[in-house]
């Protein structure tokens, strides 16, 4: 940052002493620690405590404040630098936790992670080998068995073997949904195109050897328009091209079309295109829309492909007696992905991917010497990340600490507001409902006075829609830029024709009804400004 | 856990009042938070302050401890909770910051990333996109832009016009240097056989289809046998396959050997295979060799192949005046991976890759409509992660608070010490120094006394050898499990026969010369506790 002051020049051992001091513990906490800490609280009060989303500072002002290159030469002062990025960082940050911020899946928190959060910081466990981390490597594969249960629901004997077998892998913690994806498929397109007689499988000889030894003409994954884009990721990374991402049309409820999915195997067939994996959705990103599991699970468990559920974000409907039923038939899934850091209500940087087969993931197990050796027990050894945080602190302790009646809580609650929201928009003429929700996402958009008997008849042509896009897309901007409520946006195509939608996502237990209320509210007068804008033009 | 109490069965509307309560930031820090705050503080003063590097128990009595497999249907009482944390993971887990801890790359921490830690997982931004993080966008581009200077040395007119341009990438941060490894190959396969005529490119098309276009029989990376295994995930991730990560031999300084390395070139040429990258390395995981980068950068550059240096440890060599030298050459790799928890004295969880050219990650450029538009500005448009934490809280800080001259303290003084190290191991017929140090990776080996004249006359045996290995995996199983001081091993090929080694990684401006020596002690008697055991045999 620009501001922040230097020391004047300091000799050599003053520098000696200084770095010393700071990663001294003998004495721990010293005082500029403790200081540190109570001027941590002030801020952390303060950032939580303020209502709004974010300031309405706009972007390229922020961006001024960080334009100097070099690293500074003689240690920054404390004191200047932290207020330094309190005005410049932490002032601007984003209030995800704010009951109005209904737009993203960056959820709220349970205060009691914010303390966990130093710990884990000051332990500085590396999970990548037990060396570093010891006890935080049964740690893991526990909270990753219990999460393995709420999906498969195998018997107690089952996770007596498991568990802490270290032949086995009941999950794989990743930073995310998106690594969790990448490594399920590379798991599957391992595991599908592994060892057999001479060939030593795709991981050792690579695709295009791997096509000729199997007499493919290709390698293909199959999932709904409605994947995430980390699917995408995935077909680039693992050699098939994106164009081999075959993306099936969904049916009105965003749902993936059956029929579609089975006419699309076969083809791949004729065609000789190995089918790495079929992927079901459980709460796509953008609509929270969830496949017919079941039957995909049927489809692929017929044709001997790998069904992977992406369940990143609605997984922990799984708690919800009311509405796991919408996920019935991912405990046929043979991985499934779900991020922590969504419905699980942690902080960002964990995801996980759960494995129906404990020995699948021996297809990408590596070794190294000076760290993952091949007798160690180290979770590195069948990973896609290397040295890792030990942020299953936070799974392991929200699992005991909110239990799986709080998360049912949780999961109920956002579905019940959702459809509060939903209602609210059937009734007022200002929105369109664009999608009855499934779970708790909802897409909508604002339809300014010109157009709303064209909607009540359906007669809205297609320059219509581009008209009433751009005011949507106006709206949804000029409400981010002011920084009391939010909601995101995302673009539908809806019989051939791209539709700008507002996209409410409901997982905050301390957003109400007067929330929800304010967030309509708010897009009414903003609405009613753009329109006065344009007859001034 | 096992033991984790939980609250007798409460009705819905307790569940409810509960969960909105940990949720509530109406009134924080609220009691709760405060008093968890000081229990944390106090279970952190303890784990700090211990000299020892871990408890004796052995793994498997942990394991004990983690055995049930069912989410807790109520939520657990607190403080009951935590004190089970800490009972059998806390106590368990290893002081990577011990002075006497001197066997990985998981380096001391100074004191200020405790409280940012709380203040990270407070403030929850998802660096993905702005909508989410706001300034923490720009923050993250200015961190990056710093670190791509200290390797690049561009002018300032070029940051200047980089730092904030949205259309450049000057890094991209990640978990750690394996990410940030496969996204420095991922941007060079893609760009070494991108779009031209008819051909879409490799992202989209696919290896096969991208070889068969461009004319090549097969795609390689070429490095020493010291190379990472982060690199066979690459390889494997890629479709190129493990077997194609072509490993030249190194000389006796355990850097690449170069004719060999110009033999590999032409010998793929001829065969018509792509080369995707060359990589370098600035510090061997194993041994801290750093390969010869000038001429790697030469070799490279007549023969137009991307030039990635893996300085995931030894980048943050370049704050040194007395020792960057060792590292020229860098500043001509297309990409550089530095970890920020390896020599930048960071928590675990942060990497960065940095890339010579702004432009060349356009090649891994994604986006969606919910969340990374084609024109937005989000840091998720060109990463291999999604959803992130904003871990460059971290980065920014300590650049800010240690700056150049307080890195270059700790990495001469890192030198320095092994340099020590190294002298007294030459000194003790105890002990043989199995390569002179380059940086600050020590590797050496224990000789029971019967060896030793044989090894002052170069008569060992491949036998001896064989001996010498079990005795040192022995005396290093011994030491770890004792917890009182850590050294990790390896095994290195001398001339054809496997060697064990101890392997001291010394990074931690805590540990003195008495630290030093106390390892060695340590391992003397433990030396001579395993002779007496054998003679009793």
Sequence with gaps: MKKATTCTEAPKNSIENYIKDIFSISNHPKLAEIKLDEKISTITKNFLQDDSVCTDIDLVSITHQFSNSQIPAEPSEITS???DLVTNVIDHSIHTSSPRF???MTSALPYFVRPLGKLMTAINQNVVKTETSKSFTPFERHS???MHRLIYQFSEE????????YES???IIATGGTLANITALWCARNFSLGQKDNFTGIENEGLPAALKFYGYEGAVIIGSERMHYSFEKAAGLLGIGERSLIKVPVDSKNRIDLSKLQQTIAECRTAKKHIIAIVGIAGATDCGAVDPLLDMAEIAQNANIHLHVDAAWGGPVLF??????????IERADSVTIDGHKQLYLPAGIGMVLLRNPQIAKVIEKYAAY???KESIDLGKRSLEGSRPGMVLFLGAALNLIGQKGYEFLIDEGIRKTQYMANLILNQPEFELLLEPEINILLYRYIPKHWRQKVATGELTKADNQLINQFNEHLQNLQRQAGLTFVSRTTLEVAGIPIVALRAVIANPLTTE????????EQIKIAASISVLEEER
């Design 144 to 146: 990753l068995a219990l």
């Design 102 to 104: 209904i737009g993203h």
């Design 81 to 83: 630098y932290i207020d």
């Design 371 to 373: 760290t993952v050796r």
């Design 158 to 165: 089952f996770y007596q073997f498991h568990i802490q077998n």
């Design 514 to 521: 007067v929330d929800i209320d304010a967030v309509l509210d």
């Design 320 to 329: 919800s007696e009311q509405h796991r039923h919408k996920l019935v038939g």
């Design 169 to 171: 892998t009941l999950g």
